[in-house]
């Protein structure tokens, strides 16, 4: 099982990102997709879920209106678009797939949003 996320790197306030995780190693289109965030010294802190068939989308409030969560299944992939970008959104972005009975998670990718 592998997820590796990608796409991450230094942006100035107000600009956008699009995060990638690419699954590989399980049935991607049967788990439920989700992206968190974590700031060194805190806790990893839940950011966006879609549903394995992408057909229902949930966001933090600190991030609603600004990201949005996508997936391609036919592709194994999940995706971070990021706009408005915050300092306060630099943080290591992780990708995780969840079923019923099994959890997986990436190695994560830095943001840094920075002038």
């Known amino acids: 099982v592998q997820l590796v996320e990608s796409g991450g790197g230094l942006v100035q306030p107000g600009g956008s990102l699009r995060l990638s995780c690419a699954a590989s190693?399980?049935?991607?289109?049967?788990?439920?997709m989700s992206w968190y965030r974590q700031v060194p010294g805190k806790e990893r802190e839940w950011v966006a879920i879609?549903?394995?068939?992408?057909?229902?989308?949930n966001y933090a409030d600190s991030v609603k209106g600004r990201f949005t969560i996508s997936r391609d299944n036919a592709k194994n992939t999940v995706y971070l678009q990021m706009n408005s970008l915050k300092p306060e959104d630099t943080a290591v972005y992780f990708c995780?797939?969840?079923?019923?009975?099994?959890?997986?998670w990436g190695q994560g990718t830095q943001v840094t949003v920075s002038s």
């Open positions: 995780n797939a969840r079923n019923r009975y099994l959890s997986y």
């Open positions: 190693g399980f049935t991607f289109s049967s788990y439920a």
């Open positions: 879609i549903t394995s068939a992408g057909g229902s989308t």
